[in-house]
């Protein structure tokens, strides 16, 4: 089946811009994940969405990052008044979430590649 | 969350076992061993996750010691598409015995397989 797609798979913006990230999630996956991954630097967590309940924002960087999934599925990523530090890749995963049993995979997308000039 | 510690690169010949280890000496009871792959520009790809028993499935095998502090991913007949990085992760599981949320990545092991 369908794996976890994102778009745009690259985006160029000018420092200051406001950027709309979007993830769709495996059908059926009710968990979502937002991490960002910035050159040569592992993978940082930045939200988490399961079901109905409130997202984990813990990750979030800053108040410019904000995040919301509609109708339990797809999800947009809003990073505001772009930086240049916001450089980076920003990946998206979905799991079967509470559904998933004992342990729970994370499916990944390919990613978002954000430049900001 | 437990931390996981990791060599920063191995390399291994094409068609050997590549045997990859890792750290997690604070590992708790309530904790799950996973590790993930991400090749060159791709998202980071499941291989296998074990609690304490060792592990085998069509990518892999986990062994996971006695006292849980330590464990090592096994790719049995390593091939050039293998080389990338590999991440060991310790992930909770809440009190209703599920574990979700989100996974903390380390710096992982650069894994070269060579010809």
């Known amino acids: 089946g369908a794996g976890v797609s994102q778009s745009p798979s690259n985006k160029v913006t000018e420092k200051g811009k406001d950027v709309e990230l979007r993830c769709d999630p495996i059908?059926?996956?009710?968990?979502l994940y937002w991490y960002r991954q910035s050159l040569g630097q592992g993978l940082e967590f930045l939200i988490y969405?399961?079901?109905?309940?409130?997202?984990?924002k813990s990750g979030l960087p800053s108040d410019r990052f904000s995040a919301e999934r509609t109708g339990g599925s797809v999800s947009t990523l809003t990073i505001q008044r772009t930086q240049q530090e916001d450089s980076a890749v920003y990946l998206c995963?979905?799991?079967?979430?509470?559904?998933?049993?004992?342990?729970?995979?994370?499916?990944f997308g390919p990613g978002t590649r954000l430049t900001v000039l | 969350d437990a931390k996981t510690t990791q060599p920063t690169s191995m390399d291994c010949a094409e068609g050997r076992a590549a045997n990859l280890p890792c750290n997690h000496s604070t590992i708790s009871g309530n904790e799950y061993v996973y590790w993930y792959r991400q090749i060159h520009s791709q998202g980071p790809q499941y291989i296998i996750h074990g609690l304490k028993n060792n592990e085998t499935n069509e990518m892999a095998s986990l062994i996971i010691t006695e006292d849980r502090k330590s464990s090592t991913l096994i790719l049995p007949h390593a091939t050039l598409r293998d080389t990338a990085v590999y991440y060991c992760?310790?992930?909770?599981?809440?009190?209703?015995?599920?574990?979700?949320?989100?996974?903390?990545f380390g710096q992982g092991t650069i894994l070269t397989v060579h010809p």
């Open positions: 992760i310790v992930s909770p599981r809440n009190a209703g015995g599920t574990s979700y949320g989100k996974l903390t």
């Open positions: 969405f399961q079901g109905n309940s409130a997202p984990d």
């Open positions: 995963a979905s799991s079967l979430g509470l559904a998933g049993g004992i342990t729970d995979t994370q499916y």
């Open positions: 059908s059926g996956h009710t968990a």
